[in-house]
């Protein structure tokens, strides 16, 4: 087990950002990175996504520069996580940003790492607390006032049109912030472990190499004040 997880698959340039204070509260380079992973995994095996979203809860550790291992990965992406796809309108996924951010910039386990969603979040503006969520911790927002959503897919954002997500199966059937995930128009699981589909990307996209140039930084598709 030791020699299969300890084989060197790939490299990194730069060190991934899976710090637990970060991937919860804010964009980091190992979010983008993951949920680019997700887009082109679900592309791979047939169903084309506008975009991705992962927890930044289900992020547990940093990957340091130099080579990168299955074990590596594995300890980022611990839980067997499987890839899964919702389709859920404009203003559902709005909601779901909302209610997974109500508390930032504290932490929060539901905060949305993305891919193909740029989004902004206005911390000065209090959280507009509804309803709770059936059998769960956390609170529907009443009104949405912290998150504006500019686009998705690469194009403006609509509230009424239909988006097809990627994520995973926890989020898909609810957890942590996203409770609007389980009525989804469509909810399917692909099946895929989720560090299989991120090593696939590595070694296929992008050469088995992350780079400064992609990687290096944030991407910018969450803007916090």
Not at 33 to 44: E, N, P, Q, R
Not at 90 to 118: H, K, M
Not at 178 to 185: D, E, V
Request: proline letters at 4%.
């Amino acid at each position: 087990i030791d020699d299969d997880y300890g084989t060197v698959f790939a490299k990194t340039k730069v060190e991934l950002d899976g710090v637990k204070a970060n991937v919860r509260t804010h964009e980091t380079n190992l979010g983008d990175l993951i949920t680019d992973a997700l887009v082109w995994g679900a592309g791979k095996n047939g169903t084309k996504v506008d975009a991705a979203v992962t927890n930044g809860g289900g992020i547990r550790a940093t990957i340091k520069k130099g080579d990168i291992t299955k074990k590596d990965i594995n300890t980022v992406l611990p839980f067997g996580n499987t890839l899964s796809i919702v389709k859920v309108t404009g203003a559902e996924l709005l909601e779901a940003l909302e209610a997974s951010t109500y508390c930032t910039p504290d932490s929060i386990g539901g905060f949305p790492q993305v891919s193909g969603i740029e989004f902004t979040l206005d911390t000065a503006k209090a959280y507009d607390q509804g309803d709770e969520y059936p059998g769960t911790t956390y609170f529907a927002p009443k009104t949405i006032n912290r998150v504006t959503i500019t686009s998705v897919g690469g194009k403006d954002f609509d509230p009424a049109a239909t988006y097809t997500i990627a994520t995973n199966d926890f989020m898909a059937s609810g957890g942590d912030t996203y409770y609007r995930f389980i009525n989804a128009t469509a909810n399917y699981d692909l099946g895929i472990p989720m560090d299989e589909v991120v090593m696939d990307y590595v070694k296929t996209v992008l050469g088995g190499t992350i780079t400064a140039d992609k990687y290096g930084q944030p991407a910018g598709r969450i803007t916090v004040s």
